[in-house]
């Protein structure tokens, strides 16, 4: 059957990212978070908030379900001020937080191209993990390549995250399609290779430096190495 779907992770694969808390630095939420009332120093807050986020991270890699960016900053804000957050904190709170994440997320050259020529055998789509539910498609849009894409699927609008086989399951429903129409192009292992093949979804790993035990013909430098594995795999158009 042909494969007439191409299922993308989104950062690591179609952006480059730094996944770090707190190397990006954080002045402006600091900042707020002093207006709010905190006494902690700059490295009290770095080290408060890493702790309560890796909290999260523990709860979800225990079953893969998914936390909302608002939990987590409500969570903390609660421990930093010592008092419940009033109604807007969090929301001012995580909005800052994520425009300096931001600041650590690269977008690949020659992307919309790379894009286009896809979509000309292919529908499009992106299945990501994600705290935010409009992160990943505001991204996209400021890449203006958010049209490109059928849907995009997120881990927090499912409840459950990569690679947890619902989510799977939602975006192969959302798209009206089998998993054997589908390939999954992503570069970490387990959600991106080991989940959507348990699933019957055949993937692509972004791997170049072999450090996954994956078949050599599903192991791409690159996601601008696609388009030609595509053409020569048994899991192409």
């Given at each position: 059957m042909p494969r007439t779907h191409i299922l993308f992770d989104f950062f690591g694969t179609l952006v480059d990212y730094s996944p770090s808390r707190t190397e990006q630095g954080y002045d402006s939420s600091y900042a707020l978070l002093r207006e709010l009332g905190a006494t902690l120093s700059y490295e009290e807050f770095l080290d408060g908030w890493s702790r309560t986020s890796a909290a999260f991270d523990r709860r979800s890699d225990a079953d893969d379900s998914e936390f909302s960016m608002t939990e987590c900053g409500a969570a903390y804000l609660g421990e930093a001020?010592?008092?419940?957050?009033?109604?807007?904190?969090?929301?001012?709170?995580?909005?800052?937080?994520?425009?300096?994440?931001?600041?650590?997320?690269?977008?690949?050259?020659?992307?919309?191209?790379?894009?286009?020529?896809?979509?000309?055998?292919?529908?499009?789509?992106?299945?990501?993990?994600?705290?935010?539910?409009?992160?990943?498609?505001?991204?996209?849009?400021?890449?203006?390549?958010?049209?490109?894409?059928?849907?995009?699927?997120?881990?927090?609008?499912?409840?459950?995250?990569?690679?947890?086989p619902r989510i799977y399951a939602v975006a192969l429903d959302t798209l009206g399609i089998e998993a054997s129409s589908a390939v999954f192009v992503g570069d970490t292992y387990e959600p991106d290779f080991a989940g959507p093949e348990r699933y019957g979804i055949p993937a692509f790993l972004i791997d170049p430096d072999r450090r996954a035990a994956v078949p050599d013909e599903r192991r791409l430098k690159s996601v601008f190495a696609l388009p030609e594995r595509l053409r020569s795999g048994p899991h192409g158009g």
């Open positions: 001020l010592g008092r419940a957050p009033r109604d807007g904190e969090v929301e001012e709170f995580v909005t800052r937080y994520l425009a300096e994440w931001n600041t650590g997320v690269r977008y690949l050259p020659g992307l919309a191209d790379l894009l286009g020529e896809l979509a000309a055998g292919h529908r499009l789509a992106v299945v990501t993990n994600t705290h935010t539910p409009s992160l990943v498609p505001g991204h996209l849009a400021a890449m203006g390549v958010l049209e490109a894409f059928d849907a995009v699927v997120t881990s927090v609008e499912v409840g459950w995250r990569k690679p947890h």
